[in-house]
C-alpha cells in the first residue's frame, strides 16, 4: 500500500517556512515518497477527512515534526505550536513519529520528559553557535551491544548538524538516550516498545564528508511500518551524568572525551559548516533559536509543564541577524 509522509512544518506562520524542513521535504521526495506538508491544525484535519472519505490515494505512514524557532521553555501559543503535532499522532496513531530538534523538545514534554535552556555556549573553532558537531553513542545494553534502533550501524562517535539550545534535561519515562554530546547531554532518544524517535541534531543537513546518511536514511525506512509492537530497545542503565553510577559515569567521560577530541578535529578544518553557516538567501545563523548550548547540572528545569501564551522569536529577512527556523 502507498504512504505518504507528513511533515509538520512548526514554524509560525507568520515565518518563512524554513530551511531545515524543505531540505527534509527534499530528501524524502528524492527518495521516491510522497509527502505531505502540515502548518496549521486544519492541514492535518484536512487530510485525515480526506482518506476518510477515500479521497486521500495514501495512508500517512510517517510523521515528522519539525524544527522551529519558537522557544518551549517559554510560553507558548498551544494551538499555534503544539495541536498540530498531537492532532496528527491522534488522527494517525499507527504512523511511527519521529521529531528533530523542536520536534524533539516537543515529543519529551508531550511525553512527560522535561527540558532545559542553556543560552550562553557557542560551538565551533570560530565561536559558531550552529555546527557539525561531535556526538556518541550510548551502549544501552551495557554489554558492548549497539541496540538502537535508529542509529543503526552508526558507530560509537559520528558527526551531525547541531543548532539547539535547549535540552532534553530529563527525558520522558520509557525512553532511553541513545546519543550525548560532549558535555554528556542527550541528543537522541528513542521508545523501548514504540516507533518514537526524537533528536535534537539535524540528520537532514548532509554538507560535510563526515556526516553518514545513516539516521536519514533510518527515518525513511521507518515509513509504513506499525507504531508499536516493535523490537524493543535493550533498557540500560540512567544516562543522564547526574543519575548515573560511578562506573556509568567513566563511561560518558571516555565517550565525551572522544568526542570532544573528534569535534577539534573538526574545527581545524577549514570551510566545515560554510555551506549551512549562510544560506541561499544570504541569512546569517549566528543567532538562530536552534541552537547548541552548555549544561549545567545545577540549572533549574524552566519546562516541568507546557506554558501557554506568545509565539516565540523570529528574526527578520535580510538581517544579519536571523533567527533561522526549521
Not at 145 to 158: D, K, P, Q, V
Not at 216 to 223: M, N
Not at 290 to 306: D, F, I, K, N, Q
Request: net charge negative; proline share 6%; aromatic share 6%.
Amino acid at each position: 500500500r502507498p504512504y505518504t509522509v507528513l511533515v509538520i512544518n512548526n514554524n509560525p506562520l507568520d515565518c518563512m517556512p524554513g530551511r531545515y524542513t524543505p531540505m527534509l521535504m527534499q530528501h524524502l521526495t528524492e527518495a521516491g515518497l510522497s509527502v505531505r506538508e502540515a502548518r496549521t491544525v486544519q492541514d492535518v484535519d484536512n487530510h485525515a477527512a480526506e482518506i476518510a472519505r477515500g479521497g486521500g490515494r495514501d495512508d500517512i505512514g510517517l510523521i515528522v515534526s519539525c524544527g522551529s524557532p519558537v522557544v518551549l521553555t517559554e510560553p507558548v501559543d498551544i494551538a499555534a505550536h503544539v495541536t498540530k503535532t498531537t492532532a496528527a499522532m491522534l488522527h494517525f496513531p499507527n504512523a511511527p513519529i519521529v521529531g528533530i530538534c523542536f520536534g524533539a523538545q516537543l515529543l519529551s514534554i508531550l511525553y512527560g520528559g522535561s527540558l532545559v535552556p542553556v543560552p550562553d555556549v557557542v560551538r565551533g573553532a570560530s565561536g559558531e553557535r550552529a555546527a557539525f558537531s561531535a556526538l556518541s553513542r550510548i551502549d544501552l545494553a551495557g554489554d558492548g551491544r549497539a541496540s538502537s534502533r535508529l542509529l543503526g550501524s552508526l558507530g560509537g562517535t559520528f558527526v551531525q548538524w547541531c543548532s539547539n539550545y535547549i535540552f532534553i534535561e530529563r527525558p520522558p519515562s520509557r525512553f532511553q538516550v541513545t546519543a550525548v554530546d560532549r558535555e554528556g547531554r542527550p541528543y537522541c532518544m528513542e521508545h523501548e516498545k514504540e516507533h518514537v524517535y526524537g533528536v535534537l541534531f539535524h540528520p537532514e543537513v548532509l554538507g560535510d564528508d563526515r556526516v553518514e546518511r545513516t539516521v536519514l536514511d533510518s527515518i525513511i525506512g521507518l515509513v509504513g511500518q506499525s507504531r508499536r509492537n516493535v523490537r524493543p530497545c535493550q533498557p540500560g542503565p540512567a544516562t543522564l551524568p547526574w543519575q548515573c553510577s560511578a562506573d556509568d559515569r567513566r563511561r560518558l567521560r571516555d565517550v565525551a572525551a572522544c568526542a570532544a577530541e573528534d569535534e577539534m578535529e573538526i574545527d581545524r578544518e577549514a570551510g566545515v559548516g560554510e555551506t549551512i553557516a549562510t544560506s541561499s538567501c544570504g541569512h546569517s545563523s549566528s543567532s538562530s533559536g536552534c541552537h547548541t548550548e552548555s549544561w549545567s547540572p545545577a540549572m533549574p528545569s524552566r519546562s516541568r509543564g507546557l506554558a501557554i501564551v506568545r509565539r516565540g522569536r523570529r528574526g527578520r529577512a535580510g538581517s544579519d541577524e536571523i533567527e533561522f527556523s526549521g
